[in-house]
């Protein structure tokens, strides 16, 4: 259903007089690097370090055991045939990060936008959702 969606997105776009440039990735603002991410290791890190670190998450989940961050970064270009209608096409990146209760990071999730026209945040609800069911009886 979702590749069917995608297609008819296209193909309006196409018909319009549009066409859209994939790119790597690049851009953006509060971009966290792999590096950064990479950095955070479970049962090491603290609470504390991610914040010194990134600042305050944009959301704070089930009384703050989980932090998410989200940025966005460029992935195409929609050139259009009519005159000063070009924009960027951003696709929003998350970081899921799960602390246990020691305050010590117990699991890091990066979801990567590709080019898609759907948002990856439901990958994310997924799995924080996985270590919810697992973690209590």
Not at 40 to 62: H, I, N, S, Y
Not at 76 to 88: E, F, G, H, K, W
Not at 95 to 108: C, Q, T, Y
Request: glycine fraction near 8%.
């Amino acid at each position: 259903m979702h590749c069917g969606m995608a297609l008819l997105a296209l193909t309006g776009l196409g018909l319009s007089g549009c066409i859209i440039i994939p790119t790597p990735s690049h851009g953006g603002v509060g971009v966290i690097t792999k590096e950064t991410v990479e950095s955070f290791e479970p049962g090491k890190t603290t609470r504390a370090d991610v914040l010194l670190r990134l600042g305050d998450p944009a959301k704070r989940l089930e009384e703050d055991r989980i932090f998410v961050y989200q940025w966005e970064r460029i992935h195409a270009y929609v050139i259009s045939m009519l005159p000063q209608t070009n924009y960027d096409l951003p696709r929003p990146h998350y970081l899921g990060l799960e602390f246990a209760s020691d305050n010590r990071v117990r699991r890091v999730r990066v979801l990567d936008a590709s080019f898609t026209f759907f948002d990856q945040y439901p990958k994310l609800e997924e799995w924080m959702a996985e270590k919810s069911e697992s973690s209590h009886p």
